[in-house]
């Protein structure tokens, strides 16, 4: 396969003998592979240490056993 305007090759069948559209089908394919680009970045990830619902105490339990199960971790 041969690149535009006669410059060196961008892919060489090194052995057998591989027509211009099996090339082209595994340019296809490597193509696909590879993605469409870099990847669109989401959003920025929120610190734990950001979380308002961290900072809001839970509702008291009262009853038997509470106050040592005030000290598990939530």
């Not at 396969?1 to 595994?26: C, F, K, N, T």
């Not at 469409?36 to 989401?42: L, R």
């Not at 509470?66 to 000290?71: F, I, L, N, P, R």
Request: aromatic content about 4%; glycine content about 10%; charged content about 20%.
């Amino acid at each position: 396969m041969r690149a535009a305007g006669g410059e060196r090759p961008v892919l060489r069948a090194i052995r057998g003998d591989a027509s211009d559209e099996e090339l082209a089908a595994l340019l296809v394919v490597l193509a696909a592979a590879a993605g469409s680009g870099p990847a669109q970045p989401g959003p920025p990830r929120r610190s734990a240490w950001a979380d308002r619902a961290a900072q809001v105490r839970a509702p008291r339990q009262p009853g038997p056993g509470a106050w040592q199960a005030s000290a598990w971790p939530r």
